[in-house]
């Protein structure tokens, strides 16, 4: 029987009205080591709280204080020269699986929402791990009970061998990409220890953008060279006020 190569892609894509690594709050959570990360990209710059914009308006964009700096652009998109792994620890496993577990149920609770659909968890649950880095308060807890996940450092270090396992395949089965986009004018609002962890932990791509009408074609056109141009248009608008992009591709190209 005539053997076929069938490629399929999942591509997550985040895109919220959100202050990624928080904008200030008027109470900030103490920053600790644990939420930050140890080692070269450990973010030292202080911060100094921006006051929390009220429900439904759009976040004011002012010139970053003295101890602020934009954000570095660049990253590859992708982890280069990862240590291999030939499986998971077991409590990181355990929560991808539970995770995993609650996504299927709820999809196939909807079987008119997922007619042709292909659900890759991976890239659900590296994506979220990736907004975790920005999250705090009652909002990280529970994304962590979502994800079942121990704490952020844990999650960090085994979706990075969740990379290893997938991209270190000797078949060469997996392609995995990040991104977090920016709109230029919000960048002085991020922290940078947000941006480096997702550099470290998920070799995000970096990039400041203007959030016109030339976000969408640069956009997909990423999608589309990270998915060998399975899926050439991901974005048809970004609704007015979104501050943000966050994106993960996963591409599957195996024998069946």
């Known amino acids: 029987m005539k053997e076929w190569i069938h490629r399929l892609v999942a591509a997550g ?55 602020r700096v934009v954000p570095a652009i660049g990253g590859e998109g992708h982890l280069c020269g990862l240590p291999p792994v030939d499986t998971l620890g077991a409590a990181y496993r355990t929560g991808y699986e539970t995770f995993t577990v609650r996504m299927l149920q709820e999809l196939y609770g909807k079987p008119e929402a997922i007619n042709g659909v292909f659900f890759s968890p991976a ?26 996940a121990e704490d952020r450092p844990a999650l960090r270090q085994g979706n990075r061998e969740l990379q290893s396992l997938m991209s270190g395949n000797t078949k060469g089965y997996f ?19 947000f941006l480096d962890l ?19 074609p640069d956009v997909n056109r990423w999608v589309s060279d990270n998915t060998d141009g ?3 248009r991901l974005l048809d608008e970004v609704p007015d006020g979104t501050l943000a992009l966050l994106m993960n591709t996963v591409l599957f190209d195996g024998k069946w």
């Open 175 to 193: 392609h995995l990409a990040n991104a977090v986009w920016l709109r230029e004018s919000f960048a002085s609002c991020v922290k940078p220890g």
């Open 13 to 67: 894509c985040a895109a919220a009205l959100m202050l990624l690594a928080g904008c200030g709050a008027p109470v900030p959570e103490p920053v600790t080591p644990e939420g930050y990360g140890t080692g070269p990209s450990e973010a030292t710059q202080s911060e100094s709280p921006a006051p929390e914009s009220e429900a439904g308006e759009e976040h004011p964009v002012t010139e970053p204080p003295p101890d």
């Open 230 to 232: 399975l899926i050439p």
């Open 123 to 148: 890239s659900l649950y590296m994506a979220l791990g990736m907004a975790a880095e920005g999250m705090r308060g009652s909002t990280l807890e529970q994304t962590l009970s979502l994800l079942a």
């Open 198 to 216: 997702n550099r470290e932990y998920y070799g995000a791509k970096v990039a400041l953008h203007p959030f016109d009408t030339s976000l969408v």
